[in-house]
């Protein structure tokens, strides 16, 4: 069975924004199945709850599954960890961004729509994909290096810290992230 590829935007985010169009069309120019759900967003909408019904079709479907290489930025990294982990799904690889988990301050709208996302057993991940690269900047405006770092160490030993990357977002220039090219 082939991959198929998905991209999931963090909070206050869409898949149209940063760079999940560039890495969609890279996706799409090989003649592979991409995914980019336009997750919930917004205080009020955007849960964990919310964002595992999305998923959850897909896994009824059986297209997210054991071909499944997953790219997620922000929040959107310990989303995917604690939704495979609770729903004991496997995955071929996972991609992540500036993932973080249990980081609260960036401020009141951000800390209530990512603390739901948030859960304690991080390393079970492991157990679901064999194939962890997590990126992350040495100076992101939004979430300490620290934080980020800490959740790359618990699940991986393949990172990329990109000094001066920011967010790794188009705020910070990355409309485009040729980097993540060679994960496809």
């Known amino acids: 069975m082939k991959n198929n590829y998905f991209i999931i935007h963090g909070s206050f985010g869409n898949p149209f924004s940063n760079w999940f169009p560039y890495l969609r069309k890279e996706i799409e120019d090989r ?9 919930p967003s917004g205080v009020g909408k955007q849960n964990y709850d919310n964002w595992s019904k999305l998923l959850k079709c ?9 071909n499944t290489i997953i790219f997620a930025h922000s929040i959107a990294p310990i989303f995917i960890c604690k939704f495979l982990v609770e729903n004991k799904i ?3 690889r996972l991609v992540f961004v500036c993932g973080f988990n249990n980081y609260l301050g960036i401020d009141k709208d951000y800390d209530a729509v990512n603390e739901s996302m948030y859960f304690d057993n991080l390393a079970d991940v492991k157990n679901y994909c064999d194939d962890i690269v997590c990126f992350y900047s040495d100076n992101d405006p939004y979430v300490k290096y620290d934080a980020e770092k800490e ?9 990329i810290m990109i000094s001066g990357g920011g967010h790794l977002n188009a705020e910070s220039g990355y409309t485009e992230f040729t980097e993540l090219l060679k994960y496809i």
């Open 31 to 39: 003649n592979l199945e991409v995914y980019t759900p336009d997750l």
């Open 58 to 66: 897909y896994v009824d479907v059986n297209i997210l599954n054991e």
């Open 90 to 92: 496997k995955v071929k």
């Open 151 to 159: 959740f790359a160490d618990t699940i991986t030993d393949n990172q």
